[in-house]
């Protein structure tokens, strides 16, 4: 986008997607939250529509719905489905349609331009709105270390990542107000992590550490035989029965608190893979 100077990479971005078997409906299960923001009987453009999956989603809510892509092939494949979709530079069509929107989204795009255009490009976004229109944008999370060490680095077309304070800076530069962002559910990605509740830290320091000296189990099978073969009470074995069971229980656990913990910890590497800051033009 504004970028002629610049070495350009040709790359067709619908071949990417069938090579990498990026299923649609799967897309459209993961942006259905992001429709939901969006009024029904507004007009909304999806600046980067690729092959039209969002305005489906807000055709789906009665909501109006233009796509726009510079990529040819990626536009084929919207209007294939009968979408209202055009090829043109995103920048270029939002200066040329200032206070026509009432909404418009724009997801894994800033990624894929250079940096110092993405100031310039959310101020055109926020400028094609009309009174209380919304702008969404959505983009890889970077706290996702699948993310930050392997999935960014597939599409020989992203740049760089961002981080939510950044935009929502972006966006108040831009005169937007009601700035929120989040993470998507949705998009999981990484490790398959065991969902625990949390841990009772408190809890876990109260557990006894160690089962008194006297009581602890014999390290060896020889040292167990030797124990149960030894002549003694009934009430005796019994009690040695108990100790063992409530010694297995404390260490079970132990180790079932460690597991939580660990899940915990992994699960702070591996956020939802995208986020999105989504903000409101100003009412007249």
Sequence with gaps: MGNEG???LIISQRDYYEFMRYDSAELKRRYA??????????????????RGEFIELLRQRNIEALGVDADDDMIAVARGKGLNATVADGMV?????PGEFHGVFMAHLIEHIP???????????????RPSGRLMVVTPNPRN????????????????FYVPDTIRWLFQSAGLDEINDGVNPEYVTGPAIPSHEPVDLEALQRMPRRVPQRHRLRGTLRQR??????????????????VAVNYLATELRKSDATVQLLGQLLRGYYPPGEFFVTGVAPAV
Aim: net charge negative.
């Design 225 to 242: 035989l030797a124990e149960w073969l030894t002549a003694e009470s009934t009430l005796q074995r019994l009690d040695h029965a108990e």
């Design 145 to 160: 270390l699948q993310m930050h060490l392997h999935e960014f680095w597939i599409d020989l077309q992203h740049v760089r």
């Design 93 to 97: 069509y939002l200066l040329s349609h």
């Design 115 to 129: 940096s110092a255009q993405v100031p310039e490009l959310i101020r055109a976004a926020a400028a094609a709105l």
């Design 33 to 50: 939250t992001y429709a939901d923001h969006f009024t029904p009987g507004g007009l909304v453009v999806d600046i980067g529509c690729g």
């Design 6 to 8: 610049s070495p350009r």
